[in-house]
């Protein structure tokens, strides 16, 4: 399996302010994801992220809002930009495990705007 | 498109009671089904998996039969335990090569002592 760690755990911003949720992975993968999920609701896919490439973004999802970056095997960033209230959610990443079809979870970041 | 249905919870039972939740889906081709758990503060983590129909997925005393003719994989375990609190989300994968997730929303399991 693989241990992955997101930073911040949650945090509290203003409307219209950026924030960057980092996630760090004990070893090298291939293949990261973003989730987010709404107060109440199952959790969405928003992009794919490969190392050396840019994110694909789900529908309904724009690089604009959510910039990724994915400088490495290990590490991605995704920013969740220019906030309003209805971008409160947890946001999570994961990563594809060793095994067929397997994704692992970060512990997520509880984001509230303002 | 490719969807999950489980029950709403929360789902409130007393120790050593027996537990089902129910997971329906629609999926063209032949999905993967999982079960994944949230206990309080983690992150998600796998529970148990069947990769096709008639296969059987089972963990720490949970189980979950893939049903094709029902597009089922309700989840059961014979005795809850008050450590087995937390939120339990079926999902899917259609495969590919991103291995996209989908999930159901999340039922609420709350075991009283």
């Known amino acids: 399996s693989a241990v992955i760690s997101q930073k911040p755990s949650r945090d509290i911003c203003q409307r219209g302010t950026s924030l960057t949720i980092q996630c760090q992975v004990d070893?090298?993968?291939?293949?990261m994801f973003w989730y987010r999920q709404q107060p109440g609701q199952s959790l969405t896919l928003i992009a794919t992220?490969?190392?050396?490439?840019?994110?694909?973004?789900e529908s309904g999802f724009v690089i604009d809002k959510f910039p990724i970056s994915r400088p490495n095997l290990t590490f991605s960033t995704l920013t969740v930009s220019n906030m309003s209230p209805e971008d409160s959610s947890i946001y999570l990443c994961?990563?594809?495990?060793?095994?067929?079809?397997?994704?692992?979870f970060g512990a997520g970041t509880r984001l509230s705007v303002l | 498109g490719n969807s999950v249905t489980q029950m709403e919870g929360p789902v409130t039972l007393s120790e050593e009671a027996f537990l089902t939740i129910n997971c329906t889906y629609t999926?063209?081709?032949?999905?993967?089904l999982f079960w994944y758990v949230q206990y309080p503060g983690e992150g998600l983590q796998l529970l148990l998996k069947a990769t096709k129909a008639d296969d059987k997925g089972s963990n720490k005393g949970f189980e979950a039969t893939y049903r094709k003719e029902t597009t089922s994989f309700h989840l059961e375990k014979g005795s809850v335990q008050v450590s087995d609190s937390a939120v339990y989300f079926c999902?899917?994968?259609?495969?590919?090569?991103?291995?996209?997730?989908?999930f159901g929303t999340g039922t609420l399991l709350a075991v009283q002592p």
């Open positions: 999926a063209t081709g032949y999905p993967s």
């Open positions: 994961s990563v594809e495990g060793p095994g067929k079809n397997i994704q692992y």
């Open positions: 070893s090298q993968v291939t293949m």
């Open positions: 992220a490969n190392q050396g490439s840019e994110a694909t973004y």
């Open positions: 999902a899917l994968t259609y495969g590919g090569a991103t291995n996209k997730l989908i």
